[in-house]
């Protein structure tokens, strides 16, 4: 893949936030992960054509209401074509499938969504699987997903890869088949949680229901306090930065003066959550599973070296899987056009 530049000693997860000046004590994590668009001052890193291309199909873009709440929806290609619903990881939204999408339009009509308490989606007071599971079927249900004359195939990353799990196991009448992007369940082990817990205590800042999210004075600002968790040097620093601009939104300043930048999510999502459902997926007998199943994943994450170091999994022993080269958790960071191609080529002959 000529268009993209590979950090060296990228890992995994998701964004948070971090409000100590980025500097690196013995031990600590490297500027390249702490901040990687501290650099940029704002600006946006170069990024190749294939990649401006794709985000010039901008997507139509609007809300479906499901249990009383909006839920944020774009969507690319032609109802009456085979669905495919979209579904991101935890505290990120459905833009991170915007330069994905377009490449698998000409063959889909495609829903990406935001899943509630995320993106422009409403917050909730509680979060459930369950209840995600409805907000998707609604949102396939809106956005004529089942118009291609089969239900549609559901392909979710990492938290959203466990949304779609959990559908494919309740629902199996609402889905064709669903995809996995590498997606782990129940956490790093207790020796892994406890030193990552406190490496984490030495640069993150995440909001608390007593503690609101910081409000930064600038784009620039808040844009230099994008990063990963578990730590990680994004695989490409132009989709690290087109995903940060799209977690932002405007709010005013703590001290009155304007407003500023702060990110979408609730920072109570994670608290709110009932995690009981896919808590005894993990704990109890492995579940049924009828729908067709696949997974696609970083050879590097370590999130899958976790299950494949006997880590308990939900996940049945004969489903198809496919390594990624050279990437981390974030498949599509690390390497968006490897994803589109697997995808492309999973869909093109599978489930049969």
């Excluded at 079927?137 to 392909?155: F, H, N, Q, S, W």
């Excluded at 390594?323 to 599509?332: F, K, L, R």
């Amino acid at each position: 893949m000529t268009d993209q530049t590979k950090p060296q000693d990228a890992k995994a997860v998701a964004e948070f936030e971090d409000d100590r000046p980025v500097h690196t004590e013995p031990g600590e994590l490297p500027p390249e992960v702490q901040a990687p668009l501290l650099p940029f001052k704002g600006e946006k890193p170069p990024a190749p054509k294939w990649f401006e291309d794709a985000i010039a199909q901008e997507p139509e873009r609007g809300f479906v209401t499901s249990l009383g709440s909006r839920i944020e929806v774009l969507t690319w290609g032609e109802v009456g074509k085979p669905g495919l619903l979209l579904v991101h990881g935890n505290s990120a939204h459905a833009d991170w499938w915007s330069f994905i999408a377009p490449f698998l339009a000409d063959d889909f009509r495609i829903a990406s969504m935001s899943l509630a308490g995320m993106g422009a989606s409403d917050w909730r007071e509680t979060y459930s699987f369950q209840d995600f599971a409805e907000d998707a079927e609604a949102v396939a249900r809106a956005t004529g997903l089942y118009e291609g004359g089969r239900k549609p195939i559901y392909v979710g990353h990492s938290f959203g890869g466990s949304q779609v799990f959990y559908a494919a196991v309740k629902h199996p009448e609402r889905m064709h088949a669903a995809v996995m992007v590498d997606t782990g369940f129940g956490g790093p082990p207790p020796k892994e949680r406890e030193e990552m817990e406190r490496r984490m205590a030495q640069v993150r800042n995440i909001p608390t229901p007593d503690r609101p999210k910081r409000v930064y004075p600038t784009l620039a600002a808040a844009l230099a306090r994008f990063r990963f968790m578990p730590p990680q040097a994004p695989g490409n620093l132009f989709v690290a930065d087109f995903i940060a601009r799209r977690s932002l939104k405007r709010a005013p300043l703590e001290d009155g003066s304007g407003e500023g930048w702060t990110w979408m999510f609730d920072p109570s999502m994670w608290n709110k959550l009932d995690r009981s459902a896919m808590n005894a997926f993990v704990t109890e007998a492995p579940p049924k599973v009828t729908t067709p199943l696949a997974h696609i994943y970083g050879a590097d994450s370590q999130v899958i070296a976790r299950r494949q170091d006997g880590q308990p999994s939900p996940l049945p022993k004969d489903l198809i899987e496919i390594a990624i080269p050279d990437s981390n958790h974030h498949v599509m960071v690390d390497q968006p056009l490897a994803l589109v191609a697997a995808l492309r080529a999973l869909l093109a002959v599978w489930p049969s």
